[in-house]
């Protein structure tokens, strides 16, 4: 299949929509992105890539890194991890709060904020203060890159306006769910969120769920292949945020957004894909990344049904 066409073509379909939608501005500093970005990069198993537009500007990860926050506590703790934190969909927003104090302090699941505030706790207490760059090393070694950086400008701009993601954990606290000092549980969290990547190294981290957990192209194994398919049975499910479903039932792949403007979806056995456009619609999902995939699986015929 000529990838490089289909890339072309995408990015020549979705031109004249660019600059539709909203940027996150709940966060100051994700509210400079320029609307009109757009790239796309994907990841064969076989180790070739192909890519178009802005492949080589890093962008705010934001919620993408809750994969990976998600794959290194599962490894860590297996099943424990399931009273903590839930794997179902939520149908709420992101930051909700309403169906967490009715579940008593459990989140529905690892990809919203509460979720992944709980898992930020679990890898402080596993690896200290410094578990924000245990996860960080752990995107590098995944992507077999090391100038992915967190950008510290955004994760301070975080802190300064977080004050759902305190109510969040401060919520969950008093369920007994937040075992760590909150202050360095979200400093874990904000921290993983403002990791900044380009699509070439965000599809690259994403190869080993392509590939039952192992990295094609450095042999490296981050996952058992059973925990490869768990998360990808959660990114199909939940990693759309309240738009899960409508992703799954327009896409039919694995894949999980960030309010950066970022989308990484699957074709199990097959690729990784990564793209990115920093408009969003009112799910908080990209709105041209998400017409992108559309248009690749109607040009590919890429889908896991
Ligand atoms: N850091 C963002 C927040 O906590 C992540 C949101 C997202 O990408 O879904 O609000």
Same mark, same amino acid.
């Given at each position: 299949?000529? @990838? ?10 979705i ?6 939608g909203?940027?996150?501005? @709940? ?17 064969l198993i076989?180790?070739?890539?192909f ?9 705010s ?16 703790f ?21 169906q ?6 459990i989140?529905?699941?690892?990809f ?7 898992i ?15 996860i960080?090393?752990?995107?590098q ?16 701009s ?6 759902r ?5 401060h ?10 000092e ?6 874990? @969290? ?6 900044c990547?380009?699509?070439i190294?965000l599809?690259?981290c994403?190869?080993h ?5 192992v ?13 490869a ?10 990693g ?7 992703f799954?039932?327009k ?5 999980k ?11 199990p056995?097959?690729m990784?894909?990564?793209v ?5 619609n009112?799910?908080g ?15 590919s ?5």
């Amino acid at each position: 299949m000529d @990838y490089q066409a289909i890339l072309e073509q995408i990015r020549s379909d979705i031109t004249p929509h660019l600059g539709q939608g909203k940027v996150a501005s @709940y966060i100051p500093a994700l509210a400079s992105a320029d609307p009109h970005d757009f790239a796309m990069s994907l990841h064969l198993i076989n180790g070739e890539s192909f890519h178009t537009g802005l492949s080589d500007k890093p962008f705010s990860i934001q919620s993408i890194s809750k994969v990976f926050m998600y794959e290194m506590a599962l490894s860590l703790f297996e099943e424990s991890i399931l009273s903590r934190v839930n794997v179902e969909p939520s149908g709420n927003p992101f930051n909700s709060l309403i169906q967490l104090e009715y579940e008593n302090g459990i989140p529905r699941n690892p990809f919203i904020n509460p979720g992944a505030i709980v898992i930020a706790d679990m890898l402080t207490s596993h690896f200290g203060d410094n578990a924000d760059q245990s996860i960080l090393q752990y995107f590098q070694n995944s992507s077999d890159n090391f100038s992915i950086h967190i950008d510290t400008q955004i994760a301070l701009s975080e802190r300064q306006s977080g004050f759902r993601n305190y109510a969040l954990a401060h919520l969950m606290k008093s369920f007994g769910n937040i075992t760590n000092e909150i202050d360095n549980v979200l400093h874990t @969290y904000f921290n993983a969120c403002s990791i900044c990547a380009n699509t070439i190294q965000l599809s690259r981290c994403m190869l080993h769920l392509a590939n039952h957990g192992v990295d094609p192209v450095t042999n490296n194994k981050l996952l058992s292949a059973e925990h490869a398919k768990r998360i990808n049975a959660l990114m199909l499910t939940c990693g759309h945020y309240d738009a899960s479903g409508e992703f799954a039932y327009k896409i039919g792949l694995p894949g999980k957004s960030g309010v950066g403007g970022g989308i990484v979806a699957i074709v199990p056995n097959v690729m990784s894909i990564a793209v990115y456009s920093p408009s969003l619609n009112h799910h908080g999902n990209s709105l041209i990344g998400t017409m992108a995939l559309e248009l690749f699986i109607r040009y590919s015929g890429h889908t896991i049904f």
